[in-house]
């Protein structure tokens, strides 16, 4: 089994700041790609920002020059600084990992969703 566990949600004042940790743990060889989506009420669920293995990151235009995505390779740990936060940023943030398994299975795995709430 592998599972991705997020933290670091909350409710945040706009031009804030929050950090999100993402822990990924079983059975897992190796982790390749990284990131973090973002659903918000009655939008689809989009890419916020992802990172590979190398540490090469990409972002939504939305949320760059804003939000810095970093990943701790041995601790199998991904994270999102978010600053400056928007209202618009408002949404269940939800961790995704793509890694092979201990049974040679490659697949992506996602977290339970973590909320962000900015107050303007």
């Known amino acids: 089994q592998v599972q991705l566990v997020e933290s670091g949600g909350g409710l945040v004042q706009a031009g804030g700041s929050l950090r999100l940790s993402c822990a990924a743990s079983?059975?897992?060889?190796?982790?390749?790609?990284m990131g973090w989506y973002r659903q918000a009420p009655g939008k689809q669920r989009e890419l916020v920002a992802g990172?590979?293995?190398?540490?090469?990151?990409n972002y939504a235009d939305s949320v760059k020059g804003r939000f810095t995505i970093s990943r701790d390779n041995a601790k199998n740990t991904v994270y999102l600084q978010m600053n400056s936060l928007k209202p618009e940023d408002t949404a269940v943030y939800i961790c995704?990992?793509?890694?092979?398994?201990?049974?040679?299975?490659?697949?992506?795995?996602w977290g339970q969703g973590t909320q962000v709430t900015v107050s303007s």
């Open positions: 995704n990992a793509n890694l092979w398994t201990m049974q040679s299975v490659k697949d992506d795995y």
């Open positions: 079983g059975s897992i060889f190796s982790i390749n790609a």
């Open positions: 990172i590979t293995r190398g540490g090469n990151t």
